[in-house]
């Protein structure tokens, strides 16, 4: 208002000026910290908006939780619109925001009286007039409901969309919403790309711990409403005594959030902290020794949200070593967490990592059917199987796990990966819900039409619990992942979380309006580099499902299709002189795709039926087979390599067109990683693309490949002779 009534009062001159400062003071520098929590000021018709906001603020209750509401509500209306919202007591005659549960709001409104269902965690947004006065009624289910209606409010402030008449419900897809981080208690982070842990230093929980606050209110504006807090190759000293109180520090950081703590746990630990000769889980002495321990925890932590558990795999401890299940080795525990309502999550992540490589009938895609269908109706109800979404290791392209469709009596959840292991960790662009879209939009055929979100829901087997849970690994790094984009993947992670069924256009929309402001080009630009990366990243790294050609012996991050082979680890790509790929079939194969429903058996059985993108998961062709695509099987390759490659340097291009229109700081952090991710695409398509050229003896029927180029021993010329640099 003063602003507009001092510019009426200026020559055109000076509103001209007035306007550029305005928008170069909107274009500050900024650290990414902030996240898509911002709060930048409305630049665009901010006075109108204001107008539509209650001067006043009433919550109906005084929880930790619902503080945490109002107190955004202030601090965004506050920093956005420039108004200061006055906290009043009670309800009354004027104009007011009313942050309250159903139960609470429908005391002063008879208008919500015969209102919708609101489930747990739920919101409903609902403008109404009363004596003459509006109120913006904020409704949860739940405290927690609260909060999430607060922030969806200030959600549709920052994207400068609508706000009055609102009649808005929210309900969260499934009741677990959770993010894992792979802390360790040294403070390094396994797998980790953005610093070190938030949470632990040098075997303690850290002094200070305003980080994880801030995490916590980032992951609630998303809707997560747990936090796994260290690795799963868990340190079975988490649970030692000393160690709950340092715990219960970080669940009262995350509680004002409506976060709720959990721990990864050795299945060991009874035997390795309780002093216990056995950590058999039919052993009366260990489930006593659970007990207790959980009993311990939920008295310091009221709110605590349950384990999660990796056993028998790549060297954990685990039931196989008494002859026991993984159903004993998840009830035991679980029995402990249920009079608390904790939940026990149990990973299907089994497998051999010491397979014979020379038989080829040995499939590590096929473990974790093979060992947990059996156990179908074996879990206690508060057991959930945490299943990767595919069936080896968070690959770039992977078919969705058979083991989704394979346990209707059992809770589901499935576990992503937003920390880029295997698709280029933080350094390369690749926005990840364009293949977390694909694999939850899959339908297993098992109930009718039966697509993986709905298993995971519990819809299609009505099973009391369910959802996500992603490996997020945020470091001390200033802006949290590394790469200013990958924000993209965490944000978009909780919004799939809370609605599968939202497209990523829309998401990655929001995310980009949220985190660098409404400018339409910039919105365009930003969602036409997020949306592509993804197909972009796997076709210079591993097209038609070929598998991984990184290092996988060793950091998972550069070109090395040797390493794939000859070894146990099962993520073998069977290239030889005539052909590639690992041949799943019922028929002549590992029996893999015997695994699905028949409906899915037929999509990828037949050589005619099978998609590109999957044929070399499913089947080993020969060089010369002929795609759907018309190419051949090594000119795809190539191809793919080489427009993959021209792609990423093209992103460079989209990005610099930005240049002015967002902050410097962010803008050249990422222009930055983008010339960076361009040369490092060249390198992986040199190695590959002469790898297979090594291999098949085919040329490059465009005559592309440089025979005697070793881009592996020496440095690549990029972009106009900047010499390429490998990551530290
Ligand atoms: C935490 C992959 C990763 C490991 C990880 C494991 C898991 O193998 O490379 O670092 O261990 O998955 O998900 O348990």
């Known amino acids: 208002m003063y602003l507009e009534r001092r510019m009426n009062l200026l020559s055109p001159m000076a509103v001209v000026l007035a306007v550029v400062l305005a928008g170069a003071s909107s274009l500050r520098a900024e650290t990414g910290a902030q996240g898509w929590l911002r709060y930048a000021p409305i630049v665009g018709d901010a006075a109108s908006r204001r107008d539509a906001i209650p001067d006043a603020i009433i919550s109906l ?11 955004e509500l202030v601090r965004g209306i506050g920093s956005m619109l420039g108004k200061r919202l006055r ?19 429908r005391g002063h409104f008879r ?24 109120y913006l009624l904020i409704i949860g289910g739940n405290d927690r409901g609260v909060l999430y209606g607060t922030f969806a409010f200030l959600s549709r402030i920052a994207q400068d969309r609508r706000v009055d008449d609102l009649d808005d419900v929210g309900t969260p897809s ?79 950081a995350f509680r004002p959030w409506g976060v709720k703590l959990a721990l990864s746990v050795d299945l060991s630990s009874p035997a390795a902290v309780g002093g216990l000769k056995t950590f058999d889980p039919l052993d009366s002495g260990v489930a006593e020794w659970w007990k207790d321990k959980v009993d311990e925890i939920y008295q310091r932590i009221p709110d605590f949200a349950g384990f999660v558990v990796k056993a028998d795999s790549e060297g954990r401890s685990g039931p196989s070593q008494y002859g026991r299940t993984a159903a004993d080795a998840a009830n035991v525990i679980a029995r402990a967490l249920k009079p608390h309502g904790g939940i026990l999550m149990y990973r299907a992540f089994v497998y051999n990592h010491h397979l014979d490589w020379r038989d080829m009938k040995a499939d590590r895609a096929k473990a974790a059917y093979d060992y ?69 939009d899959f339908d297993m055929h098992v109930n009718g039409a039966s697509p993986v979100k709905e298993i995971v829901e519990g819809k299609t087997w009505r099973r009391p619990l369910g959802g996500f849970n992603a490996v997020v690994n945020v470091g001390l790094d200033e802006n949290w992942l590394g790469h200013p984009l990958a924000m993209a993947n965490l944000y978009s992670y909780g919004r799939l979380a809370w609605n599968p069924d939202q497209s990523t256009e829309q998401i990655s929309a929001e995310w980009t309006r949220l985190t660098f402001g409404n400018n339409p080009r910039v919105v365009s630009t930003i969602s036409t580099m997020l949306l592509p990366s993804w197909r972009i990243y796997e076709s210079y790294t591993g097209p038609l499902g070929v598998g991984t050609l990184t290092d996988i012996l060793g950091s998972h991050y550069e070109p090395n299709p040797d390493s794939a082979e000859h070894n146990g680890w099962g993520q073998w790509i069977r290239a030889d002189a005539q052909g590639v790929g690992m041949d799943r079939t019922i028929a002549t194969g590992t029996g893999y795709i015997g695994q699905y429903s028949p409906n899915v058996q037929k999509k990828y059985e037949t050589l005619t039926a099978c998609p590109d993108e999957l044929l070399l998961f499913m089947h080993h062709v020969p060089y010369i087979y002929v795609l759907h695509s018309g190419k051949t099987v090594i000119q795809h390759i190539y191809d793919s390599h080489y427009e993959g490659a021209a792609k990423a340097a093209g992103l460079v291009g989209q990005w610099e067109s930005l240049r002015g229109k967002i902050d410097d700081q962010r803008y050249e952090e990422v222009l930055s990683k983008l010339t960076y991710q361009a040369g490092q695409a060249i390198v992986w398509r040199d190695t590959v693309v002469n790898w297979f050229f090594k291999k098949s003896g085919i040329p490059d029927a465009k005559g592309r490949i440089a025979q005697n180029h070793n881009p592996l021993t020496g440095s690549v010329p990029y ?9 530290h």
């Open 87 to 105: 906290a009043e007591k009670s309800v009354s005659a004027e104009n007011a925001f009313v942050l309250g549960t159903l139960e609470d709001v």
């Open 719 to 727: 972009l106009d002779g900047n010499r390429n640099s490998r990551p």
């Open 61 to 71: 209750g005084n929880s930790e939780v619902l503080n945490s509401a109002k107190g």
């Open 372 to 440: 947990f269908h059996p156990l179908d109706g074996k879990f206690d109800e508060n057991v959930v199987l945490q299943i990767k979404y595919g069936p080896i290791d968070f690959q770039v392209r992977e078919p969705a796990s058979p083991l989704f469709g394979a346990m209707q009596h059992t809770n589901e959840a499935i576990e992503l990966q937003v920390t880029q292991e295997y698709t280029g960790q933080q350094r390369h662009l690749c926005f990840l819900p364009t293949m977390w879209k694909q694999i939850l």
């Open 111 to 134: 208008e919500v009286e015969s209102s919708r269902p609101l489930g747990p965690d739920g919101f409903w947004l609902r403008s109404v007039r009363h004596g003459g006065k509006k």
């Open 174 to 252: 499934a009741p677990i919403r959770w993010a894992s981080q792979w802390d360790n208690l040294d403070g390094s982070i396994e797998r980790g790309y953005a610093g070190r842990s938030i949470f632990f230093d040098k075997g303690a929980v850290r002094g200070d711990l305003t980080r994880v606050g801030e995490y916590a209110r980032l992951l609630s504006w998303v809707g997560i409403n747990a936090c796994v807090i260290n690795n799963v190759n868990a340190d079975p000293r988490i649970l030692s005594l000393n160690f709950l109180p340092q715990l219960a520090r970080i669940a009262d």
